[in-house]
């Protein structure tokens, strides 16, 4: 079983940073890959960074290429999510999410991934 628990959000202009992180309980997390998802009010929960167990392999959503950046760190158990030039539109509940694989193809697929947080709000104002 893990555990996750995501923090770091927040209210910000248009233009600004975050950082998003993402705690995870239990000793395999070394083992998982990890994903970063979020959903807008109305809309459909979406991919937005995905994460393979060794950091080696990491995939974005074409919307947030080149302005996010996700990392992870095995030894605190922690994957991250860097926000740089926020946008309006980027305004959305985050989630992390854990798949039960060391890296997989089907990393933008919801249905990939076993362990969800609850979420953490961000709010990018115009």
């Known amino acids: 079983q893990v555990q996750l628990v995501e923090s770091g959000g927040g209210f910000v202009q248009a233009g600004g940073s975050l950082r998003l992180s993402c705690a995870a309980s239990g000793r395999t997390f070394s083992t998982y890959a990890m994903a970063w998802f979020r959903q807008a009010p109305g809309r459909d929960r979406e991919f937005v960074a995905a994460i393979n167990w060794s950091g080696t392999a990491i995939y974005y959503a074409g919307s947030v290429k080149g302005r996010f950046t996700i990392s992870r760190d095995n030894a605190k158990s922690t994957v991250y999510l860097q926000m740089n030039r926020l946008k309006p539109e980027d305004t959305a509940v985050y989630y992390c999410?854990?798949?039960?694989?060391?890296?997989?193809?089907?990393?933008?697929?919801?249905?990939?991934?076993?362990?969800w947080g609850q979420g953490t709000q961000v709010t990018v104002s115009s």
């Open positions: 999410a854990a798949a039960e694989v060391a890296g997989t193809t089907r990393y933008a697929a919801r249905d990939e991934y076993k362990y």
